[in-house]
Every structure is written in C-alpha cells, then in structure tokens.
C-alpha cells in the first residue's frame, strides 16, 4: 500500500520569493507521482507527474519537483512566486495498473502569497 | 462531454435522507475514483473502479456508502441515512487505463442539515 505525507500544512511566502512544498511517500512497489493545484473553489488541476525517466518533472506555471528515490521524496518548487499561485497543493502516489493503480493524495498544503 | 461531469454541483438534504451522486467519467477512461474532501481538508480516497475488475472499495468509511458504475460509463455514489458528517465536496475522477494521469470533475458539495 502507499501514502503520502506533505510536511507542511500552510507555507506563507512573499511574491517574488522561491518557495518548496514538501512531499514524502512511501510504497513497496514502484510508483507514479503527481503534484495536483486547487485554486479557491475550483476542483483539481494536475500541475506535473513523475512516471519514469529524468527525475526532474517540470509542470505547469513555472512549478517543478525532483523525485528522489533514496529519500522517497518528491518535493515541489518555484523560484519566484505570484499572488496568483496562492492556492492548495496535493501531492499524490499511485502504483502500477497490475497492482492496483490506486490514486492516493496527501493532506494538501496551503499556499499563501502575499504583496 | 470535454471533462469529467458531476451532478448535481450542490445538494442539500436533511438528515437521515438517502443522496445519490453521479459521476459521468471522459469517454474511454476505465478507471474512475470518488473521494470525499472535508471542509480544510484533504482528499479522502473512497472508492477506485478499473475496467471490469472488482472495484476497491477499500476507502467507503461506512456501510452506508456504496457505489455502482456500469462498464466504463457512470458511476453513481449512494449514501443512505445521510449525517451531518457526511457533508464534504465528493470529487470524481477519471483516467485512461495504463497512464495514470487522474483528471478530477468540479465536485458535489453535499450539506446535510
């Protein structure tokens, strides 16, 4: 079985300002890994994912993750934030199909740009 | 339709009435998923259909939770003898078989008064 642990449940940060939102998982099995955005009142946006090859995965609006297999991380990060990237985050692991496939997500973490 | 649609987008009941949730995935998306999400909340996995094999219901929190999907079509989320805990969005999600990319519709927000 997996699950996911994001470290930090609200990350207030200044425009302009790099920012990282933190992603543990663990699985016995290999797996995929996403980074979904909620905007106020909308439903999810997948923002990048982590299925195989280059352990960088950039995504969208500016956002980028590394995934780390000996930490058994795969932490989100932007160099320069807007006010418009506030917003909640979710990190979330799945397994192969032929082992269930299962989307399982993080509690979410809240971030919150300020002028 | 273009994305995954969810009826009704708001639902209020009384308690102790019975709710169904529907969820019509992308076409050709095998798997579909409910969850539920709380108020400042996560994203409580419920319930994961994938093409004809059994569904994982692994996540239901209660025997008054059950879902149905019929083949790769809609799926519908019942909840019975509905409790004011049970108010949350239920989020629906589809993808294709084999690439794991989940693609969520807009919600049910149930509130059971």
């Known amino acids: 079985a997996q699950s996911v642990t994001q470290l930090d449940s609200q990350v207030p940060v200044f425009e302009e300002a790099p920012v990282e939102l933190r992603c543990n998982y663990s699985?016995?099995?290999?797996?995929?890994l996403f980074w979904y955005v909620q905007y106020p009142n909308q439903g999810l946006q997948l923002l990048l994912k982590?299925?195989?090859?280059?352990?960088l995965v950039k995504g969208i609006n500016g956002f980028e993750a590394e995934f780390n297999k000996s930490q058994t991380s795969f932490h989100l990060r932007k160099p320069s934030v807007h006010i418009s990237d506030t917003a909640e985050y979710f990190c979330?692991?799945?397994?192969?199909?032929?082992?269930?496939?299962?989307?399982?997500f993080g509690q979410g973490t809240e971030l919150s740009v300020k002028p | 339709g273009a994305g995954v649609s969810q009826s009704p987008s708001n639902k209020v009941t009384e308690k102790g009435k019975d709710v169904e949730l529907r969820c019509d995935p992308i076409?050709?998306?095998?798997?579909l998923y409910w969850y539920r999400q709380r108020l400042g909340q996560g994203l409580e996995f419920l319930i994961y259909?994938?093409?004809?094999?059994?569904?994982?219901k692994s996540g239901l929190p209660s025997d008054r939770f059950s879902a149905e999907r019929t083949g790769e079509s809609v799926s519908t989320l019942t909840i019975q003898r509905t409790q004011q805990e049970d108010s949350a969005v239920y989020l629906c999600?589809?993808?294709?078989?084999?690439?794991?990319?989940?693609?969520f519709g807009q919600g049910t927000r149930l509130t059971v008064v």
């Open positions: 999600a589809s993808s294709l078989y084999g690439i794991p990319e989940a693609f």
């Open positions: 982590y299925l195989s090859g280059s352990t």
């Open positions: 699985s016995s099995v290999s797996v995929y």
């Open positions: 259909f994938q093409g004809n094999s059994a569904p994982d």
């Open positions: 979330a692991v799945s397994g192969p199909y032929n082992q269930g496939g299962k989307l399982i």
């Open positions: 076409s050709g998306h095998t798997a």
